[in-house]
Nanobody, 123 residues
Framework: QVQLVESGGGLVQAGGSLRLSCAASGRTFSSYTMGWFRQAPGKEREFVIGITWCGGHTYEAKFVRGRFTISRDNAKSRVYLQMDRLKSEDTAVYYC????????????????WGQGTQITVSS
């Protein structure tokens, strides 16, 4: 089992930045690919960005367009999401997730989830 807890959500103006953190506990954090997903009201949960356990490679959804950066600190069992140039359409609940797969970008492939943290971007 892996327990995930997100923090760092809140309200930010369009064009601003925000940094999310996800703390993991349980099994060996370094053996999991970590991902961030988001879900806006009335929409399905969608993949945002991920970082693999098998090489530390990062990959992102097309809508990110280089605005977001994911990083991990295996010694601290944490993964971070730095979000810059935020837009109103980035408003959503953001979830941290873990999978034992090397690479995954769909929700069913992730086994463990945090409770989510709200990001609201005002225009």
């Amino acid at each position: 089992q892996v327990q995930l807890v997100e923090s760092g959500g809140g309200l930010v103006q369009a064009g601003g930045s925000l940094r999310l953190s996800c703390a993991a506990s349980g099994r060996t954090f370094s053996s999991y690919t970590m991902g961030w997903f988001r879900q806006a009201p009335g929409k399905e949960r969608e993949f945002v960005i991920g970082i693999t356990w098998c090489g530390g490679h990062t990959y992102e959804a097309k809508f990110v367009r280089g605005r977001f950066t994911i990083s991990r600190d295996n010694a601290k069992s944490r993964v971070y999401l730095q979000m810059d140039r935020l837009k109103s359409e980035d408003t959503a609940v953001y979830y941290c997730a873990a999978t034992s797969n090397c690479h995954a970008d769909n929700a069913p492939s992730f086994n463990y989830w945090g409770q989510g943290t709200q990001i609201t971007v005002s225009s």
